[in-house]
Structures are given as C-alpha cells and as structure tokens.
C-alpha cells in the first residue's frame, strides 16, 4: 500500500545520487507526501503538483450539490461519495486550459528539467503522473472522441464493484472518460519523449514506464 518508505532501506535515487546522478521527482501522486512516506528521499530535485483526487489543497469554496451530482449517477449519490467528489472539484476549479491539466503539468515539468540540466553527465528523473487513474475528467473533445453526445452524467469515477450498480449509458459514458484521459496523458507523455529527443539524450537513456492498475470498466460486471 501507500506505507512510508523504511529509514532503513536505501532508495534507487539515493544508491544513484552516491554514484554522480543528478535526480529529479515530479509527480501529482499526493499519497507520498502525507505525513513521514519518505518517497523525496535521494532526489536533488522534487516537485509535487497539488490537487489530484482529495489531496487537502483547497478548502473553498464549496462545490454545491447540485454542481457535484453532475458527475455521480442517481443510484450513488450519498454522503461519502458526494464529499469525494466535491474535494476534487474544489481542487481543480478555476482550470481554463489543456495545459493545466494534471499530465500537462507532469510531463512538462519533465521537459523542462531536461532542458535546465543538459550538462547532466549522468541523470535519474522521475516523472509520476496519477492519470489517467480516476477522477476522469479530460477536457472534452478528448472525452467526445469516443461519446460525441451529452445526455448522461458525467461518470468520472469507478465504483470498485459491481457494474450493476451503473446504466448501460452511464458505463458508455465511464469508458469514453477513461478513454479520453489515456489519450491525453498520451499526448502529453509523448511531449516529454519528443523533449527528450531533442535533448539528444534519446539514445543513451532508459526510459521505463511502469503502471500500477487497470479497470475493468463494466468487463466482467466489474468496475
């Protein structure tokens, strides 16, 4: 899980710093920096960008119901999942473009390192972009790519059960979000690889990508 990062252990940025790599960590990912996780350990650089899922970035103002339950379906709207839902859209109001996107901010913080430390014989960045994990809410003609239409809410969030618990529309609706978001983070991820190529540093890098979860999106009658 989201467990602290043992005192005891060395990190792969530490065993690198030691050994000349400059090190860098750019991430949206909030859980590792709650309170003693350790993840920053052995980056001479890191960045975290604020406001992914219920991140306690902003308390105000306060997202009204009405403005909340246009992303959870009918069936699901309760306490909880509506104060989940709410954290987020105070989190992200106020966003006017593509570029301040969490992706964007990623992988573009990403280029930008590169671009201020080209001397870097040696390097090590870590770039951790949340998305597309939930909440998917992508601008909308990356969603409408795969919904044109607009006569649903706008499902943005998996319910870790049972599909039954959604309309056929409404999972169209989950799919087209989800699928839209992978197509952003794509867009944005390849800004970063074509940085890198520009860099010059394509060829004699490693670049690893590494996921930790997919959905199942109605497969199965899962979400």
Excluded at 51 to 70: A, F
Excluded at 125 to 143: C, G, I, K, N, T
Excluded at 164 to 189: C, H, I, K
């Amino acid at each position: 899980g989201w467990g602290p990062v043992d005192e005891g252990l060395d990190t792969m940025a530490e065993l690198l710093q030691a050994r000349g790599y400059r090190t860098a960590f750019i991430t949206d990912t909030y859980h590792q920096f709650k309170p003693s996780k350790n993840f920053h350990r052995g980056f001479d650089e890191w960045c975290w960008i604020r406001g992914q899922e219920c991140d306690p970035y902003r308390s105000g103002p306060v997202v009204s119901d009405e403005e909340t339950d246009k992303h959870i379906p009918p069936a699901m709207r309760n306490p909880g999942r509506r104060d989940f839902h709410r954290r987020y859209l105070m989190n992200v109001a106020g966003r006017r473009s593509e570029e301040a996107y969490f992706p964007a901010q990623v992988f573009r913080g990403g280029a930008e390192w590169l671009a201020r430390n080209q001397e870097a014989e040696k390097f090590f960045l870590v770039l951790d972009s949340f998305d597309p994990h939930e909440p998917w809410d992508p601008p909308a003609y990356y969603r409408s790519m795969y919904d044109p239409d607009d006569d649903v809410v706008d499902v943005i969030w998996s319910a870790y059960g049972g599909a039954d618990q959604f309309t056929p529309r409404e999972l169209e609706r989950m799919r087209a979000n989800y699928a839209g978001e992978v197509t952003m983070v794509d867009r944005w991820l390849g800004h970063f690889l074509e940085a890198l190529r520009l860099s010059g540093r394509l060829q004699d890098t490693v670049v690893a990508l590494i996921s930790d979860h997919g959905h199942n999106l109605g497969d199965s009658n899962l979400t």
